[in-house]
């Protein structure tokens, strides 16, 4: 049983996932349970409610879900009423023939499947966006801290999750890497399973997570094809050096790495034993 959730807050919602492995839960359930812990705590500005709303101020989450054993996955895009969007990213997986719903129909689907409407905007999240529309800061652009859970469970199936606000301040209508599998998230059973957060649009530039998966196939420790990643990102557009991206990874056998572009980047890993913060190492200092 391995267990891999991004950021040092990931500490607690990786606690989750373990609790949960530890409990035989399997793999989808124990980061479902991981990342719905996250969407539920308000205090979290990057994720549920409490996450920071994009330039008109309404908040629009999205998620997504992959299961490596059958290579399923489903997403959402856009969610503006819905505030647990990594369940509703599961029902699209399990219940549609589809991977990626968005904005109304997605929210219609939400409905349909029994979720409730909320107002996903706090009264902190609401006076971080006033004071970013009065040109006072209110959150760093820089900081969309996406919460990722790679897990493994008692049978060795490996399955994956992320769910985000997305760039806090953003154009309405703008979908992140997190709601596209290969750009914010990819499992493959045989391999290991992959996860991005930071500036989505550089995830999606380079598939960034599908590419860690396949540098991993051949051959790369976790940390290796992270940061191969990156550089592969920084060599083909140099601008995005400006930019953070951040990948973190969990291999079919239970190795974790991570890496990014700039510092300050970590990840929670669960060993079976133990749930301990890894610090990562950036490609540029
Ligand atoms: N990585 C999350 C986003 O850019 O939306």
């Known amino acids: 049983m391995h267990a891999l959730s991004i950021w040092q807050r990931g500490t607690e919602v990786n606690a989750v996932a373990a609790e949960a492995l530890k409990q035989g839960a399997d793999c989808l359930d124990a980061v479902e349970a991981a990342l719905r812990f996250s969407e539920d705590d308000v205090r979290d500005s990057s994720t549920g409610r409490g996450g920071l709303p994009n330039a008109a101020g309404q908040v ?22 819905t505030s647990q969007a990594i369940s509703v990213a599961r029902r699209v997986m399990e219940e549609t023939p589809h991977m990626l719903l968005v904005g109304e129909g997605a929210e219609t689907f939400a409905r349909q499947q029994g979720f ?17 529309r009065r040109g006072r800061g209110g959150a760093d652009p820089e900081r969309h801290d996406t919460m990722a859970t790679l897990a493994i469970d008692g049978r060795g199936q490996i399955a994956g999750g992320v769910t985000t606000s997305g760039t806090p ?38 598939s960034a997570s599908f590419l860690v998966v396949e540098l991993m196939r051949s051959g790369l420790s976790p940390d290796a094809a992270c940061r191969r ?57």
């Open 60 to 81: 629009e989450l999205d998620a997504a879900i992959m299961f490596g054993p059958t290579a399923e996955a489903g997403a959402v895009g856009g969610l503006r009423r």
């Open 169 to 206: 301040f953003k154009l309405p209508g703008r979908v992140g890497d997190s709601a596209i599998i290969g750009a914010g998230l990819y499992v493959d059973q045989g391999v290991g399973a992959a996860a991005a957060t930071g500036v989505g649009e550089e995830a999606i530039r380079v």
């Open 229 to 285: 990643a990156l550089e592969r990102l920084l060599s083909s557009h140099p601008a995005s050096a400006e930019r953070q991206l951040a990948l973190a990874a969990l291999r079919a056998d239970g190795a974790a790495g991570g890496g990014s572009v700039k510092p300050g980047f970590a990840y929670a890993y669960f060993d079976g034993g133990h749930n301990r913060l890894v610090q990562v190492g950036s490609v540029l200092d």
């Open 116 to 132: 409730d409407e909320s107002d996903l905007l706090t009264d902190d999240s609401a006076a971080k966006w006033q004071e970013w």
